[in-house]
Every structure is written in C-alpha cells, then in structure tokens.
C-alpha cells in the first residue's frame, strides 16, 4: 500500500515537473517569436520554384531582372512594391503564397521593406530614470517602450551608437548624449546608461 502511495506521489511530481518544462519551454518560444525578425523568400516561378533572394531587411532597390510569382513568409508581414523605393503599385503579403499573378505574368517587384503589425524592433524598456538639473541619465533608452537600436542600419559601432544616443537625446528635449554604452540582448545591440546634457557631449 505504501509503495503504491509513495508511486503515485513521484508520477504526480514528475507530471508537474514535466509541465512546468513545457509551460517554461513554450513561452520561451513564444518570446523568441515575438522578437524575431521578418523574413522572406521571393522566387521567379510559381510554386516556389526557380532562382529565389532571400529577404531579411528593408530593400528599397532589388535590382530583379524577373518577376516574382511566389513567396515564402516564414514571419513578419511584407510590403512588396512594383517600383524601387516603395512605389507604384504595392501588397502586402504576410503568408506562403505559391502564385502571386497568373502564372503567365508574376509580379513585378523592385522594392521590399516590412509591413509592421507583427514584429517590433526591440524588446520593451525597463526604464530606470534619474534627473539632474543638467544631465538625465536612462538606463534603457525607449520609443514608443521599446528598446532603441544602438545602430539602425550596419553593424553597431561606438561612433553609432554615440549618433543615435545623441539623435535620443534630442527627441526628448535634450542636447545631446555625454555618455552611452551598448548592450546585447537576443543577438541585436541597443543602448543603455545614456547620460543626456545640454552641454558637454
């Protein structure tokens, strides 16, 4: 009778352990889901099919010498326009799509960028301020309560991240930036500890 008791003890801790793994393990993706960026993979011919350019960034001149009659959206939500920098005629796709025109014409695409609603560029601020009379000092910068790229485009550098903090800087009534550093969250770099001044920087 014990030995029945002290088994139905352990299978009822080991069911809760395995469900709090799950529960720990699906929210770790549903996080990293909810950061990851964009993607896409244009091809020439329908059924995904053909020569294909794989996408992962706003693209304002593709440079394609042939349409694009199907694609795959792995994430995010795309904008495709039929004219470099986004315009003429534009869709938004944000789904496998194995014919985007008859299968005769295609599309004509010249230009890419994501279309929002399903990615946000950073992880959300944790803001920690202080306020001098000359100086505020944040410990994670934040737009609309995300966290600030050091480097929007390119790799991010001292000399970029120092540009940002001090473009942060003055969107929020500063001068400018006497001091940032970088931080590496998920593999992107954003700012933190920015010192803002209204001289000095």
């Known amino acids: 009778m014990k ?11 080991a069911a809760s352990v395995g469900a709090g793994f799950l529960a720990d393990s699906y ?30 960034e706003e ?6 010498s042939w349409p694009v009659n199907s694609i795959r959206v792995p994430h995010g939500r795309w904008e ?8 003429g005629r534009c869709r938004t796709v944000e789904r496998d799509t194995p014919m985007l ?16 609603g399903g990615w946000n560029p950073g992880p959300p601020a944790n803001d920690q301020v202080a306020r001098g009379n000359f100086a505020e000092f944040h410990t994670q910068p934040s737009e609309r309560n995300y966290r600030v790229l050091a480097c929007a485009r390119g790799s991010a550098t001292a000399s970029c991240a120092a ?3 001090d473009n942060w800087c003055r969107s929020i009534g500063w001068n400018g930036s006497a001091r940032e550093h970088m931080e590496t969250v998920n593999g ?12 000095g920087y």
């Open 80 to 87: 495709l326009c039929e004219r470099t920098r986004y315009r």
């Open 101 to 116: 025109n008859t299968v005769l014409r295609g599309m004509t695409v010249q230009s890419m960028r994501p279309a929002g």
């Open 27 to 56: 929210a770790q993706t549903a996080e990293t889901e909810r950061y990851r960026p964009p993607e896409a993979t244009i091809y020439r011919d329908a059924g995904y099919r053909g020569p294909a350019v794989f996408i992962g």
């Open 163 to 165: 540009q940002a903090a």
């Open 3 to 13: 030995t029945a008791y002290r088994l139905s003890i352990l299978a009822a801790v």
């Open 188 to 199: 992107r770099v954003y700012l933190a500890d920015v010192l803002c001044v209204r001289s």
């Open 59 to 64: 693209k304002p001149n593709l440079g394609l």
